[in-house]
Antibody
């Protein structure tokens, strides 16, 4: 059974930073692209970033480019998202998902990031 | 950026009836379309990929069709557990984009 467990969310001031993590199990992690998708309160889903299986290829939404960095550690089956220069509009539940090269096959339960002073 | 537009925003359906949800892409995405279901307080769940292929464990009452720019998700006979928000998503181009969602509510 695929399991994706996010952590690292919390309350942060505008301009601040956080590191989100996702621990994966139940599939061969290194063979999957991995992604972050976010959802602001009451809003639709928004793709944020995808990283290829080897970690060499990354993609970002324009809204986060230059502020967010996706990475992975295939030896520890862990996906990360370093979020910096946070803005109020970055407030959302951040979901880890396997896939992104195609559809998003499985999703974690999400971690809430709240940007507020 | 490919814009995905879903219709209607809200669909009121009685249990046992058929529900038909639409999704339109602003340019051709071939069959690179997925549908997701999201219930309140839960993560999304993949229903359909490749426009018409059911994901593992998805009941046969869910079906997808279409290609190019016009797509449809049909739920043949709505069950109580199907009342939720449904999103379409394209994976033909970067950035990946989602529709705004269709809420299926009890009539």
């Amino acid at each position: 059974e695929v399991q994706l467990l996010e952590s690292g969310g919390g309350l942060v001031q505008p301009g601040g930073s956080l590191r989100l993590s996702c621990e994966a199990s139940g599939f061969t992690f290194s063979t999957y692209s991995m992604s972050w998708v976010r959802q602001a309160p009451g809003k639709a889903l928004e793709w944020v970033s995808t990283i290829g299986g080897s970690g060499e290829t990354t993609y970002y939404a324009d809204s986060v480019k230059g502020r967010f960095t996706i990475s992975r550690d295939n030896s520890r089956n862990t996906l990360s998202l370093q979020v910096s220069s946070l803005r109020a509009e970055d407030t959302a539940v951040y979901y880890c998902a396997n896939g992104g090269g195609n559809s998003f096959e499985s999703w974690g339960q999400g971690t809430l990031v709240t940007v507020s002073s | 950026e490919i814009v995905m537009t879903q219709s209607p925003d809200t669909l009121s359906v009685s249990p046992g009836e058929r529900a038909t949800l639409s999704c339109r892409a602003s340019q051709s995405i071939n069959s690179h379309l997925a549908w997701y279901q999201q219930k309140p307080g839960q993560a999304p769940r993949l229903l359909i990929f490749g426009a018409s292929m059911r994901a593992t464990g998805i009941p046969a009452r869910f079906s997808g069709s279409g290609s190019g720019t016009e797509f449809t998700l049909t739920i043949s006979s709505l069950q109580s557990e199907d009342f939720a928000i449904y999103y379409c998503q394209q994976y033909n181009n970067w950035p990946r984009t989602f529709g705004q969602g269709t809420k299926v509510e009890i009539k």
